[in-house]
């Protein structure tokens, strides 16, 4: 018999349409490790929303989540559809599934300015370096130098997409490898824990376009070079509950504590770097020395206590303007007839 999650509910339900990525995709492995926590995490899939612009990466929400809602956007715009569908309605849960592409090139934009905001959301970025969907040719995040077959030689200095959330204000920003399962769940389960944009930038290999040893965004390099920033565990009260009870194996003063906005906790225990990822100008620091020197360090980049996201900027109602009744939506004549008296 499956094993079920705290709603009576099998992996298999959280499942979608069969993928028609090329095999061996990274992005297909992230769907896979987004299946998997939401299904631990006993996610309630009616209260979630998908949402996704254009290009390989935003195909992927197709294929996790099937009884969820969904959009697929223009290219580059779906911050936009993001910001409409969470002001009209701030109870539900938003998931985004971007590229290097989508967010680093005609959406580029709008990734600063939803960040800006602070809409409540994840938002991954299925990051491979190429325009897969178009036969290869060089994305904005591709390695300066690279060569590909069909394209030439790329000339232009790549944009680090984590290192511009976090100078855009970002109060959750962090980078994984598609192919480390464990960190990809473990940072999944905390960006959904947070209140406000959490961006994840997961390299993702393209194993068809570009998985050359030499490009920082390939399969082997992700193996071989991945320097973890700390190893890292996420717990809360109510997901203790559904797995074997965490165990701790370390002493006092080799740990930093992040607490999540809803009393849940990241832990990270120093691995290779003196690494503390409440400390902006390091994140910063750290990230463009990565860059300098093409090290692939993944963990919680940065994290800050969260900010006010739009819904509170706005003052909107705790009710959901989908859900508001149009008596309170629409104004009086008396209401509107003393407005226009003020703009006399």
Same mark, same amino acid.
């Given at each position: ?146 060569? #590909?077959? $069909?394209? =030439? +030689?790329?000339? %232009?200095?790549? !944009? ?7 100078? *855009?204000?970002? &109060? ?19 960006? #959904?824990? $947070?209140? =406000? +944009?959490?961006? %994840?930038?997961? !390299? ?7 998985? *050359?040893?030499? &490009? ?129």
């Amino acid at each position: 018999m499956a094993k079920e999650n705290i709603l009576g509910l099998s992996r298999e339900d959280y499942k979608a349409g069969d993928s028609t990525l090329c095999p061996g995709c990274g992005h297909n492995s992230i769907s896979n490790q987004i299946i998997s926590i939401a299904f631990e995490l006993g996610l309630k899939q009616e209260n979630l929303i998908k949402m996704s612009g254009i290009g390989c990466s935003s195909k992927s929400p197709a294929y996790f989540l099937g009884r969820s809602h969904a959009f697929n956007s223009i290219h580059g715009r779906m911050p936009s559809v993001v910001t409409g569908a969470t002001t009209a309605n701030r109870s539900l849960t938003t998931l985004a599934v971007s590229g290097d592409g989508d967010s680093g090139s005609i959406g580029f934009g709008q990734f600063k300015h939803l960040i800006r905001r602070n809409i409540p959301m994840v938002y991954i970025i299925e990051n491979n370096g190429v325009y897969g969907l178009t036969k290869g040719q060089f994305s904005a995040t591709a390695d300066e130098g690279q060569t #590909l077959k $069909h394209y =030439g +030689t790329n000339d %232009l200095p790549p !944009i680090d997409l984590a290192l511009e959330a976090v100078i *855009s204000g970002c &109060s959750f920003v962090a980078r994984s490898f598609s192919g480390d399962s464990k960190q990809v769940q473990t940072l999944l389960k905390a960006a #959904l824990s $947070h209140n =406000g +944009t959490a961006v %994840l930038d997961i !390299i993702s290999p393209c194993v068809t376009f570009n998985n *050359s040893p030499d &490009s920082t965004k390939s399969y082997p390099y992700g193996k071989e070079n991945e320097v973890a920033l700390h190893d890292i565990e996420f717990f809360t009260p109510d997901f203790i509950m559904e797995r074997e009870e965490i165990t701790a194996d370390y002493d006092t003063g080799e740990a930093i504590t992040v607490k999540m906005h809803d009393g849940s906790h990241l832990r990270l225990r120093k691995v290779d770097e003196d690494y503390d990822p409440r400390n902006r100008a390091l994140a910063i620091n750290t990230l463009e020395r990565a860059q300098r020197e093409q090290l692939f360090l993944t963990g919680l980049l940065y994290y800050e206590e969260p900010r006010q996201t739009l819904a509170e900027t706005l003052h909107l109602s705790e009710t959901p303007l989908s859900q508001t009744p149009e008596a309170l939506l629409r104004p009086s004549r008396e209401a509107l007839a003393e407005i226009m008296k003020g703009m006399m």
